[in-house]
């Protein structure tokens, strides 16, 4: 058994897990950190591709965005379309000039992992097993076997960055939890294909046979999405039928056309609202997915980790430099408060974009909200400022 310390052990390898011990470094705090999967798994893993004006802000400010900015798209605004027509929402006309950039989530987890392996920094990859315990006392600890060796890491905190899937949070007791959660009838079927954007700005489409959502990762490579049922069964999804189907959904009186090429990945994702209250319990602190998922339209998930990734790495500044404990126990106070702005948001954009979630009322009623969103330029400075990211909470 191989005993060590550090201040921060730090639970997963994603966008949060990452961020947070390059954060924690550049004020000199140190972590270690334990991955189950493999690092050529996590770059891979194709996720989130739209980051929030803050959040471009904060990687480029922290030294970890010089790529992002060379190969990111930046966006100045959004398409809906409904009923055939297009509608475009200008964001820095809307939010005193505030844009968004386009660069995949697995493009920011290349940057961290290089960032803090240059470091010097410890990640872990391919542990097994991973427990923690004692959160309740001043020296909580990391238990796992990484390269069939078991361990212990003793830590003054433990960061739960491990998604939604991790251990963390079901490592607290359940009493001292609150689970809020909606599960939505509907899926989303992704595709990367190999074949340039057809717009130069994301299109978020409602249309009769359901929602479809057109994205992108560079200019050579389209992203793409299509309302489906959560169980929906990808072997009944051909690569033509995909094509046919975004095709009709993007259908436009406009002179406008959806240009097709190979695929290169599908898959299917299921839709839930979910947020666990509170975000931290004695020593452990859940950050990003651990805590909450929001359904993806609008493209809050990343955003909504790195926001908490900042707020914990602020508070563990002020305990480690002035011995101050009261950011760290307002966390999850201070959290939550953007995160249920930001369900309140994804759940606006959700149903409001796809089709068959309720009664025939109910459609109507989110028909109109495109048409107030659309005619009203304060509904569409209510969305803009929403989507390019509220600003961040002074702490
Ligand atoms: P994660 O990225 O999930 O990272 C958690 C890490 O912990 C992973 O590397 C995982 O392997 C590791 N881990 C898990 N369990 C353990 C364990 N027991 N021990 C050690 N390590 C562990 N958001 C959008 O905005 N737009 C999208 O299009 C979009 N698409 C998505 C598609 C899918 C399939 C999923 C699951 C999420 C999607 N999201 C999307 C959400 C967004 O990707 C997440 O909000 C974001 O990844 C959160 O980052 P995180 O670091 O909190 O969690
Ligand atoms: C993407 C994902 C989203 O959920 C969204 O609202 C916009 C874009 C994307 O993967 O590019």
């Keep these: ?47 989130a591709g739209v980051l929030e004006h803050g959040t471009a802000e904060l990687l480029a400010e922290t030294g970890v965005g010089e790529r992002m900015k060379r190969e990111g798209l930046i966006h100045h605004g959004i398409y809906l379309r409904f009923r055939r027509k297009s509608h475009h929402i200008n964001f820095p006309e809307l939010t005193g000039g505030k844009s968004i950039t386009v660069y995949g989530q697995h493009e920011v987890v290349k940057d961290l992992i290089a960032a803090r392996l240059a470091a010097g920094g410890r990640i872990l990859f ?6 923690v315990e004692g959160m309740k006392g001043k020296a909580p600890s990391l238990r796992f076997r990484h390269a069939g060796e078991e361990q212990v890491i003793s830590c003054d905190f433990i960061a ?39 717009s130069d700005e994301l299109i978020y489409s409602r249309h009769e046979r359901g929602f479809a959502l057109l994205s992108m990762r560079s200019p050579q490579v389209s992203r793409l999405y299509l309302q489906c049922s959560p169980e929906e069964d990808l072997a009944r999804w051909p690569d033509g039928r995909i094509w046919q189907e ?16 190979p695929i290169t990945q599908k898959g299917v994702t299921a839709m839930r609202g979910f947020v666990v209250e509170p975000m931290q319990y ?61 369900e309140r948001f994804s759940n606006w ?40 990211g509220l600003p961040f909470e002074e702490v």
């Design 160 to 198: 739960g960055c491990d998604g939604f899937h991790g251990v963390c949070r079901p490592s607290i007791p359940a009493n001292e939890l609150r689970v809020y959660e909606e599960v939505y009838p509907f899926g989303w079927l992704g595709i990367l294909a190999r074949v340039a954007p057809s």
């Design 246 to 261: 975004l095709q009709e959904r993007f259908a436009t009186e406009e002179k406008w056309k959806l240009k097709e090429g």
């Design 126 to 131: 391919g542990v097994e097993d991973v427990t």
């Design 282 to 342: 004695g020593r452990l602190f859940l950050l990003g997915d651990a805590a909450h998922i929001v359904p993806p339209t609008g493209a809050k998930g990343l955003n909504l980790a790195v926001a908490d990734v900042r707020v914990f790495a602020r508070a563990l500044d002020a305990f480690y430099t002035h011995g101050k404990t009261e950011l760290l126990e307002r966390y999850s106070e201070i959290c939550l408060r953007r995160v249920w702005k930001a």
């Design 1 to 47: 058994m191989k005993r060590s310390k550090t201040q921060v052990g730090i639970v997963g390898a994603g966008p949060a897990g990452l961020l947070l011990a390059h954060l924690l470094h550049l004020h000199g705090i140190e972590s270690v950190q334990v991955e189950n999967r493999s690092r050529n798994y996590c770059e891979r893993r194709i996720r």
């Design 349 to 388: 954009m959700t149903r409001t974009l796809h089709l068959g979630g309720g009664d025939e009322y109910a459609e109507r009623i989110h028909e109109a909200e495109l048409d107030y969103v659309t005619g009203s330029r304060a509904a569409m400075a209510a969305l803009a400022e929403n989507y390019v």
